[in-house]
């Protein structure tokens, strides 16, 4: 069965900001994310974030990528890892990841890391001991296409956040298959290695291990651009911070990422939209929901 979202019982998992919250109890993200070519994954993935209620954000990422994002940002505090000579992070800043992400509710792993063997490494490295819960994202799904049974090693609650390109990579399979059968897809990859998908695309797919199917209700072809995705890891990441299970973090995150983007449609058209232009819209919702 699946289980259309709405935004009532969206708003019924995320409670009113409580009076005596201070930064660190408000959430605390790690995201690990950006790559000399990818280096505005890592500003969307944390635009996405901050403006999702988390109290406290850090990037951590290349000397490269934590210089830009200060040109956009000024609230994350950044973590500088070691670069490879493509200027991806290199597989030895796993240890530094895993020792600082250690104190952070959650951790969001991916959004532009690029591909090469030092980014499998790293991928590998934390899924395989770090302890909190987790949003896989992009490069950091197309690192396990590899070998998906780590998967089942996994010490933590992990969300896969794939599109049909890169679910028919993990799962080796095509796109068309996928498309055919995106729920069964879903289902099958949550159940087997007992994650969280979240299957995106028009209509995006929530799928739990223990057979619970979403399917979100919001959203519009405007969100067709590249980075759209970015900024809803940074979403979901910031939900999973504050507390929020794995089904609910990422079937809000995909929600309000979508209902934000609809009114942006409404004032931008979905021609001129782009990405970051739906984080000026999520107040709203946060707003009509009193939150
Ligand atoms: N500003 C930045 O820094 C940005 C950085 N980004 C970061 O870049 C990294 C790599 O991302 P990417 O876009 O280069 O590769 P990827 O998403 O695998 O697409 C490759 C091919 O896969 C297919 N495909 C894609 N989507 C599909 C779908 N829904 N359904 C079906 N097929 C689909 C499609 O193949 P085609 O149809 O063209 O044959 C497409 O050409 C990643 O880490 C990301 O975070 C981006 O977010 C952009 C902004
Ligand atoms: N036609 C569409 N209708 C609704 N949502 C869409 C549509 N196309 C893309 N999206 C949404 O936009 C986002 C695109 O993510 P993704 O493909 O990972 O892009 P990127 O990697 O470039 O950030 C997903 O949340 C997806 O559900």
Redesign the pocket.
Same mark, same amino acid.
């Given at each position: 069965m699946r289980t259309l979202l709405d935004e009532k019982t969206v708003f019924s998992h995320i409670p009113p900001k409580a009076d005596d919250l201070h930064k660190g109890s408000a959430g605390k993200l790690y995201l690990v994310a950006g790559s000399r070519s990818f280096r505005g994954?890592a500003v969307?993935a944390t635009m996405g974030a901050l403006r999702s209620g988390c109290g406290y954000v850090s990037l951590a990422s290349t000397p490269e990528v934590c210089d830009n994002i200060s040109h956009h940002l000024i609230t994350p505090t950044l973590s500088v890892l070691p670069e490879n000579a493509e200027g991806r992070i290199s597989r030895s800043a796993a240890q530094t990841v895993l020792r600082e992400a250690a104190g952070y509710g959650a951790m969001v792993l991916g959004?532009g890391l690029g591909l090469d063997a030092d980014t499998e490494a790293l991928v590998r490295g934390v899924l395989l001991h770090f302890e909190g819960p987790l949003v896989l994202?992009?490069d950091g799904i197309n690192a396990l296409a590899r070998g998906i049974d780590i998967l089942r090693e996994a010490p933590t609650k992990v969300i896969l956040?794939p599109?049909e390109g890169?679910m028919a990579r993990l799962c080796r399979s095509t796109i068309e298959a996928v498309h055919r059968d995106r729920e069964g897809a879903a289902r099958t990859l949550a159940k087997d290695y007992g994650v969280w998908v979240v299957l995106? *695309? $028009?209509h995006?797919l929530i799928a739990s291990p223990d057979g619970q199917l979403l399917e979100n209700t919001s959203?519009?072809?405007g969100?067709?651009? *590249?980075?759209?995705?970015?900024?809803?890891s940074g979403m979901i990441g910031s939900l999973l911070a504050q507390g929020l299970d794995p089904l609910w973090a990422a079937a809000c995150g995909?929600y309000l990422?979508?209902a934000a983007?609809d009114l942006t449609a409404r004032r931008m058209s979905r021609y001129c939209m782009q $990405?970051p232009d739906l984080l000026d819209d999520l107040p709203e919702i946060f707003i009509r929901n009193g939150r």
């Open positions: 994954a969307l959004c994202d992009a956040t599109h890169e995106k *695309g $028009p995006t959203g519009n072809s969100l067709a651009k *590249g980075g759209s995705g970015d900024i809803l995909v990422h979508g983007a $990405p």
